[in-house]
């Protein structure tokens, strides 16, 4: 078969468009960072050590282990929400004008900013990277009524939910969505309830990624899997937009992570682990994946989990449970080094969002188009 036939086929076609994007963020991304963390080293934008938890308590194994890293560059996740904004601008106002000028249509099919699918998460991801980027700002600068800077965790929480709500608001009353699916059983009408799942769904992934993002490359890792995998999902609901905005952010994760794998060059920050976070969950109820969405990241399960339970049992029973938490300084407190908890999260994650994609393709339903 012909060359030119080829690439007539629409699969063929998607697959290259998805795969291109992912190459051009990596590639972007990777040219942008030195130019971000020389200016992150020059303006002394680096992040403090946390010594106390959420309930005021020393955090002995926290200070212990990783007191070196206080100075080290933040606000890192500004990487990757602007590569994204910078690309899919690009993608549909200069990608059709150099598709006219070198004549290849190709470049024009490289648009994947589309009112359907990528204004509502790419709306998320900034406006939630926004306020993310004045909480480490204000953290750096010791500003704020948090003991040491930045926002009390009731102020973060409280924006977290303006923005679930609204988002909640827009699918139910707005696209009139209301159903959730199980895979390979069907979908289910739960009206109203559909609002207080979709907020628990975005609260859920926002502050899990924050939690998580708490050893070099950790959640980078975890976010760069999540995201590959629900392109894919994305990608066989036909919803192609949507799969190369997942490629993009997949492609900039990877980038980041060349940086970021320990000994961490710079940090994410609030302003990407939330908004990486947030904007994750929204694509989970985008493509009617939640419940595959737990699976992707069940290493949130157990990251968000293991807190509640420290600060439960601390609360009620005056013990802890773990020694440190998330659960991830357990294992440091317990002598594993930072890289093998980090490397075995990844296999955790590679393993069961492997499964979650097979689980959310062969037991789709109907989805939102």
Same mark, same amino acid.
């Given at each position: 078969?012909?060359?030119?036939?080829?690439?007539? %086929?629409?699969?063929?076609?998607?697959?290259?468009?998805?795969?291109?994007?992912?190459?051009?963020?990596?590639?972007?991304?990777?040219?942008? !960072?030195?130019?971000?963390?020389?200016?992150?080293?020059?303006?002394?934008?680096?992040?403090?050590?946390?010594?106390?938890?959420? &309930?005021?308590? #020393?955090? !002995?194994?926290?200070?212990?282990?990783?007191?070196?890293?206080?100075?080290?560059?933040?606000?890192?996740?500004?990487?990757?929400?602007? !590569?994204?904004?910078?690309?899919?601008?690009?993608?549909?106002?200069?990608?059709?004008?150099?598709?006219?000028? *070198? @004549?290849?249509?190709?470049?024009?099919?490289?648009?994947?900013?589309?009112?359907?699918?990528?204004?509502?998460?790419?709306?998320?991801?900034?406006?939630?990277?926004?306020?993310?980027?004045?909480?480490?700002?204000?953290?750096?600068?010791?500003?704020?009524?948090?003991?040491?800077?930045?926002?009390?965790?009731?102020?973060?929480?409280?924006?977290?939910?303006? %923005?679930?709500?609204?988002?909640?608001?827009?699918?139910?009353?707005?696209?009139?969505?209301?159903?959730?699916?199980?895979?390979?059983?069907?979908?289910?009408?739960?009206?109203?309830?559909?609002?207080?799942?979709?907020?628990?769904?975005?609260?859920?992934?926002?502050?899990?990624?924050?939690?998580?993002?708490?050893? &070099?490359?950790?959640?980078?890792?975890?976010?760069?899997?999540?995201?590959?995998?629900?392109?894919?999902?994305?990608?066989?609901?036909?919803?192609?937009?949507?799969?190369?905005?997942?490629?993009?952010?997949?492609?900039? *994760?990877?980038?980041?992570?060349?940086?970021?794998?320990?000994?961490?060059?710079?940090?994410?920050? @609030?302003?990407?682990?939330?908004?990486?976070?947030?904007?994750?969950?929204?694509?989970?109820?985008?493509?009617?994946?939640?419940?595959?969405?737990?699976?992707?990241?069940?290493?949130?399960?157990?990251?968000?989990?293991?807190?509640?339970?420290?600060?439960?049992?601390?609360?009620?029973? +005056? #013990?802890?449970?773990?020694?440190?938490?998330?659960?991830?300084?357990?294992?440091?407190?317990?002598?594993?080094?930072?890289?093998?908890?980090?490397?075995?999260?990844?296999?955790?994650?590679?393993?069961?969002?492997?499964?979650?994609?097979? %689980?959310?393709?062969?037991?789709?339903?109907?989805? +939102?188009?």
């Amino acid at each position: 078969m012909e060359i030119a036939k080829i690439q007539s %086929i629409p699969e063929i076609v998607n697959i290259l468009k998805v795969l291109s994007v992912g190459f051009l963020a990596f590639f972007l991304a990777f040219f942008l !960072t030195p130019i971000l963390t020389y200016f992150l080293y020059q303006k002394k934008i680096g992040i403090k050590i946390k010594e106390n938890s959420v &309930d005021g308590k #020393k955090l !002995t194994y926290v200070s212990r282990f990783h007191g070196h890293k206080s100075g080290t560059p933040t606000m890192g996740g500004i990487l990757i929400w602007l !590569t994204v904004l910078i690309l899919i601008l690009a993608s549909h106002y200069l990608f059709p004008i150099i598709a006219r000028w *070198l @004549d290849i249509n190709f470049i024009a099919r490289l648009d994947f900013f589309s009112r359907s699918q990528t204004w509502l998460p790419l709306f998320v991801l900034i406006s939630a990277g926004i306020l993310g980027l004045f909480d480490d700002f204000m953290s750096v600068r010791g500003l704020g009524s948090n003991k040491g800077g930045g926002m009390r965790f009731a102020i973060r929480f409280g924006w977290l939910i303006v %923005i679930a709500v609204l988002g909640a608001c827009w699918f139910f009353y707005k696209l009139g969505w209301d159903q959730i699916h199980i895979p390979a059983v069907g979908d289910f009408s739960i009206g109203f309830w559909y609002i207080p799942l979709f907020i628990f769904v975005i609260l859920f992934t926002a502050i899990s990624s924050n939690e998580t993002d708490g050893l &070099d490359g950790l959640n980078g890792g975890v976010l760069t899997i999540a995201f590959a995998s629900f392109s894919l999902i994305s990608f066989f609901q036909n919803k192609m937009d949507l799969a190369a905005f997942c490629a993009v952010i997949s492609g900039v *994760l990877l980038a980041f992570l060349w940086f970021n794998i320990y000994p961490a060059r710079f940090f994410m920050g @609030d302003t990407g682990a939330i908004s990486l976070g947030t904007t994750l969950g929204v694509i989970a109820m985008l493509t009617n994946s939640a419940l595959v969405l737990f699976l992707i990241v069940f290493i949130y399960v157990i990251e968000s989990g293991s807190v509640a339970i420290q600060l439960f049992s601390k609360k009620f029973f +005056h #013990k802890k449970v773990f020694l440190a938490a998330p659960i991830h300084h357990h294992f440091e407190a317990k002598g594993w080094p930072e890289t093998k908890v980090t490397m075995r999260a990844w296999i955790l994650t590679l393993v069961t969002a492997f499964l979650s994609v097979i %689980i959310g393709i062969l037991g789709m339903g109907r989805y +939102h188009s």
